[in-house]
C-alpha cells in the first residue's frame, strides 16, 4: 500500500526539506499493525493490495483520519462476487445474474447443468477460479481441483469472446480489448480500443458504477450481450492499467490532490443501494 507524503523533514533518504515533489513509501499490509505509527500518517494511501488484513489496515487508518483510495469499504464491496452482483443488480447496472453455491462440490452433486455455465470464486483475488462448465464431468473435475472453493454460478452468455477491459480513474475512462479468461488458446496482450468506439451507453455503465459503488480508481469487465447491449460480469477495485496512455498521469493527479485537499468524494457522500436481504 503505497503512501504519500508532502516534503519537509524526514527520515534519512527521503527529500530534503524545500525539495519538489512528494515522498512514496511502502506499506506491507502484511506486517504488524501495532508495529505502526499512526501519529505520521501519510497524506493520501493507495490501497492495491485486497487481502482482507490490506482490508483491515486500511479500515484502521480512516479511523485515524487518513485519506484511502479507493476506501477500504469500497475495495471490499468488490471483493465478493455476491455483494457485487447485489449492489449492480439494485442499482439498474446491466450485470450478469449471479447466483452462489457453497462448495463447488455441491455443484457437481447437482448433475448436468441445464447450460454451459461459468464458474467463479466468491471472493475475487490474485488466481482466483474462473471457469466454464458444460457437462457434469466438468463439473466433477472442478470440484476435484477446487473442493472446498466458495463460488458464483452466472449463466454463459454467447459473445465475441473478448472482453472489453474499461477502466476509470477519477472520472476519466481508458478502454481496451482482450482475449475472454475463458479463451481455450490463453488471454493475450490488451488491445487498443478508442473510448469513442464503445457502442452507445456503455461508458455511462462504467461511470455510473464508480458512483454507485463508491470508487476511485476501478475497471469493469463488459460483454456485448448482443446488438451492442452491455453485459457487466466483473468490478475490480484498483486493476493494474497498463498502456493506457494518460493513465498514469490521471492516478498522480487524483493522489495529488487527495493529499492536498481529501477525499472530494467520500463513501459518506456516495449513496449506496440498499440489498433485501430476503
Given at each position: 500500500?503505497?503512501?504519500?507524503?508532502?516534503?519537509?523533514?524526514?527520515?534519512?533518504?527521503?527529500?530534503?526539506?524545500?525539495?519538489?515533489?512528494?515522498?512514496?513509501?511502502?506499506?506491507?499490509?502484511g506486517?504488524?499493525?501495532?508495529?505502526?505509527?499512526?501519529?505520521?500518517?501519510?497524506?493520501?494511501?493507495?490501497?492495491?493490495?485486497?487481502?482482507?488484513?490490506?482490508?483491515?489496515?486500511?479500515a484502521?487508518?480512516?479511523?485515524?483520519?487518513?485519506?484511502?483510495?479507493?476506501?477500504?469499504?469500497?475495495t471490499?464491496?468488490?471483493?465478493?462476487?455476491?455483494?457485487?452482483a447485489?449492489?449492480?443488480?439494485?442499482?439498474?447496472?446491466?450485470?450478469?445474474?449471479?447466483?452462489?453455491?457453497?462448495?463447488?462440490?455441491?455443484?457437481?452433486?447437482?448433475?448436468?447443468?441445464?447450460?454451459?455455465?461459468?464458474?467463479k470464486?466468491?471472493?475475487s483475488r490474485?488466481?482466483?477460479?474462473?471457469?466454464?462448465?458444460?457437462?457434469?464431468?466438468?463439473?466433477?473435475?472442478?470440484?476435484?481441483?477446487?473442493?472446498?472453493?466458495?463460488?458464483?454460478?452466472q449463466?454463459?452468455t454467447?459473445?465475441?469472446?473478448?472482453?472489453?477491459?474499461?477502466?476509470v480513474?477519477?472520472?476519466r475512462?481508458?478502454a481496451?480489448?482482450?482475449?475472454?479468461?475463458?479463451?481455450?488458446?490463453?488471454?493475450?496482450?490488451?488491445?487498443?480500443?478508442?473510448?469513442?468506439?464503445?457502442p452507445?451507453?456503455?461508458?455511462?455503465?462504467?461511470?455510473?458504477?464508480?458512483?454507485?459503488?463508491?470508487?476511485?480508481?476501478?475497471?469493469?469487465?463488459?460483454?456485448?450481450?448482443?446488438?451492442?447491449?452491455?453485459?457487466?460480469?466483473?468490478?475490480?477495485a484498483?486493476?493494474?492499467?497498463?498502456?493506457?496512455?494518460?493513465?498514469?498521469?490521471?492516478l498522480?493527479?487524483l493522489?495529488?490532490?487527495?493529499?492536498?485537499?481529501?477525499?472530494?468524494?467520500?463513501?459518506?457522500?456516495?449513496?449506496?443501494?440498499?440489498?433485501?436481504q430476503?
Open positions: 500500500m503505497p503512501g504519500s507524503r508532502p516534503p519537509g523533514s524526514r527520515p534519512p533518504g527521503s527529500r530534503p526539506p524545500g525539495s519538489r515533489g512528494h515522498q512514496v513509501e511502502w506499506l506491507d499490509p506486517g504488524e499493525v501495532r508495529d505502526l505509527d499512526l501519529s505520521s500518517l501519510a497524506d493520501v494511501y493507495l490501497l492495491k493490495a485486497r487481502t482482507p488484513r490490506a482490508l483491515a489496515l486500511a484502521l487508518l480512516e479511523e485515524h483520519g487518513a485519506a484511502v483510495l479507493n476506501s477500504a469499504a469500497a471490499a464491496r468488490c471483493q465478493d462476487r455476491v455483494e457485487m447485489a449492489v449492480a443488480r439494485a442499482a439498474g447496472l446491466p450485470f450478469a445474474g449471479t447466483t452462489s453455491v457453497a462448495t463447488l462440490g455441491q455443484l457437481a452433486a447437482a448433475g448436468a447443468p441445464d447450460g454451459p455455465l461459468v464458474i470464486s466468491r471472493f490474485r488466481h482466483d477460479l474462473v471457469a466454464r462448465a458444460d457437462s457434469a464431468v466438468r463439473l466433477r473435475e472442478l470440484a476435484a481441483a477446487w473442493p472446498d472453493e466458495p463460488v458464483v454460478v449463466e454463459f454467447v459473445n465475441s469472446g473478448w472482453d472489453h477491459k474499461l477502466w480513474v477519477d472520472g475512462l481508458f481496451g480489448l482482450r482475449r475472454s479468461e475463458l479463451a481455450p488458446d490463453g488471454r493475450g496482450p490488451t488491445l487498443p480500443l478508442p473510448v469513442g468506439d464503445l452507445a451507453g456503455w461508458a455511462d455503465a462504467a461511470l455510473r458504477v464508480g458512483e454507485i459503488f463508491g470508487l476511485d480508481v476501478y475497471g469493469v469487465d463488459l460483454l456485448d450481450a448482443g446488438g451492442g447491449a452491455p453485459l457487466i460480469v466483473d468490478i475490480n484498483f486493476p493494474g492499467i497498463r498502456g493506457q496512455a494518460g493513465a498514469p498521469e490521471a498522480a493527479q493522489a495529488l490532490r487527495t493529499a492536498a485537499h481529501g477525499r472530494s468524494r467520500g463513501m459518506d457522500e456516495r449513496k449506496v443501494p440498499e440489498v433485501s430476503k
